[in-house]
């Protein structure tokens, strides 16, 4: 099994530009979460599906991010516009029962 | 917010055990405690999880006092590529979102 495959591994964009992030879960789990990891605030949920649903986007820090999970094997975490103080790496992480598997991350630099 | 404490940081000889503990005095009767590990640069890894009963396999032993507001996550025989940052996280058995905390930053050294 691949694991976890998030792409790109890293993005450097400049302000106000978007940016899109990839996800590809564990074959046959059914939960998928994105978070976000930064000095300052540690490792934080941004979003979380069930079965290609959004259950709990209270972590969504504001309106310029989106999450889509269009099928039970993609999802997409969308900013749009970017701005510095996105910079950070995201994770997205499947679950099929008791644990989490985390993909390798997305180290994503706002200019 | 996390709900556990956590040392900032612990020291351990290669070879020797690393014993991490954790507080979690508020844990509730259908909460379990669950252990990350984060290497540099790497995503976050399950390592155990208990609810009040002793568990072991093949990374990690997990130590739950029986009032259940306290646990231990000992690696038996520490190596250098145990050095990370070690989550302690109370979560709901089946699902329920994680909340990680600052964690304990565990360093093996030779």
């Known amino acids: 099994d691949a694991g976890v495959i998030q792409s790109p591994r890293h993005e450097v964009t400049e302000m106000g530009q978007e940016v899109t992030l990839r996800c590809k879960p564990i074959?046959?789990?059914?939960?998928l979460f994105w978070y976000r990891q930064t000095m300052m605030r540690g490792l934080e949920l941004l979003i979380y599906?069930?079965?290609?649903?959004?259950?709990?986007d209270s972590g969504m820090p504001e309106d310029r991010f989106s999450a889509k999970m269009p099928n039970a094997s993609f999802s997409t975490l969308k900013i749009q516009p970017s701005e510095p103080r996105d910079s950070a790496v995201y994770f997205c992480?499947?679950?099929?029962?008791?644990?989490?598997?985390f993909g390798p991350g997305t180290r994503l630099t706002v200019l | 917010d996390a709900k556990t404490t956590q040392p900032t940081s612990m020291d351990c000889a290669e070879g020797r055990a690393a014993n991490l503990p954790c507080n979690h005095s508020?844990?509730?009767?259908?909460?379990?405690v669950y252990w990350y590990r984060q290497i540099h640069s790497q995503g976050p890894q399950y390592i155990i999880h208990?609810?009040?009963n002793n568990e072991t396999n093949e990374m990690a032993s997990l130590i739950i006092t029986e009032d259940r507001k306290s646990s231990t996550l000992i690696l038996p025989h520490a190596t250098l590529r145990d050095t990370a940052v070690y989550y302690c996280?109370?979560?709901?058995?089946?699902?329920?979102?994680?909340?990680f905390g600052k964690g304990t930053m565990l360093l093996v050294s030779p």
């Open positions: 074959s046959g789990h059914n939960s």
């Open positions: 508020t844990i509730s009767g259908n909460e379990y």
């Open positions: 996280i109370e979560a709901n058995s089946g699902y329920s979102t994680l909340t």
């Open positions: 599906f069930n079965n290609n649903v959004p259950i709990d």
């Open positions: 208990g609810l009040k």
């Open positions: 992480a499947s679950s099929l029962s008791w644990w989490e598997f």
